[in-house]
T-cell receptor, first 115, second 112 residues
Framework: AQSVTQLDSQVPVFEEAPVELRCNYS??????LFWYVQYPNQGLQLLLK??????LVKGINGFEAEFNKSQTSFHLRKPSVHISDTAEYFC?????????????FGQGTELSVKP | NAGVTQTPKFQVLKTGQSMTLQCAQD?????MYWYRQDPGMGLRLIYY???????DKGEVPNGYNVSRLNKREFSLRLESAAPSQTSVYFC???????????FGPGTRLLVL
């Protein structure tokens, strides 16, 4: 069965510094990959997704992620964070052949941006 | 468009009580999902409905039942609540082929 590991449960960072949130998934022939963000007391919203094509994916709010098939990774990056980026970030994977589009989520990474 | 709506926002139950969490979407999506979110465990799929008239178990279905009432509505029922079901419950919907799931604001459930 597919699984997702987010390597850091908490990432503290200063405002305007770069950040990388790490995500690894168990190997599969093909996968769809997602990053979702959850602001305090809200639901999840999509940051970006990889379905096929270019391995560098750009999302909302200046975030980007790179799909690395050989390392089964999909790390999320932002060159300069803002206080408003403080939130919990979830990596998720789905199997393109799986009817119903079920998502498997990682444990989440809490990003805390300090002034 | 309201997107995905959930009711109630917050509920306190005593052990053994029953309740139904309601979810509705106005995006004409075929697929709907129920997840629970627990600290350090991410979101885990309870049940999903790939299309109107079908439901299937997810990763953690024990203690729950679901009903896909129509294309818009997908409810989650706890027949006899247990403290282990204290969690935040999220409903989501998606359209087959689009692959993006849209989430509701969540229901916080506390079982005493």
């Amino acid at each position: 069965a597919q699984s997702v590991t987010q390597l850091d449960s908490q990432v503290p960072v200063f405002e305007e510094a770069p950040v990388e949130l790490r995500c690894n998934y168990s190997s599969s022939v093909s996968v769809y990959l997602f990053w979702y963000v959850q602001y305090p007391n809200q639901g999840l919203q999509l940051l970006l997704k990889y379905l096929s094509g270019s391995t560098l994916v750009k999302g909302i709010n200046g975030f980007e992620a790179e799909f690395n098939k050989s390392q089964t990774s999909f790390h999320l990056r932002k060159p300069s964070v803002h206080i408003s980026d403080t939130a919990e970030y979830f990596c998720a994977v789905s199997d393109p052949g799986n009817q119903g589009g079920k998502l498997i989520f990682g444990q989440g990474t809490e990003l805390s941006v300090k002034p | 468009n309201a997107g995905v709506t959930q009711t109630p926002k917050f509920q306190v139950l005593k052990t053994g009580q029953s309740m139904t969490l309601q979810c509705a979407q106005d995006m004409n999506h075929n697929s709907m999902y129920w997840y629970r979110q627990d600290p350090g465990m991410g979101l885990r799929l309870i049940y999903y409905s790939a299309s109107e008239g079908t439901t299937d178990k997810g990763e953690v279905p024990n203690g729950y039942n679901v009903s896909r009432l129509n294309k818009r509505e997908f409810s989650l029922r706890l027949e006899s609540a247990a403290p282990s079901q204290t969690s935040v419950y999220f409903c989501a919907s998606s359209e087959y082929g689009e692959e993006t799931q849209y989430f509701g604001p969540g229901t916080r459930l506390l079982v005493l």
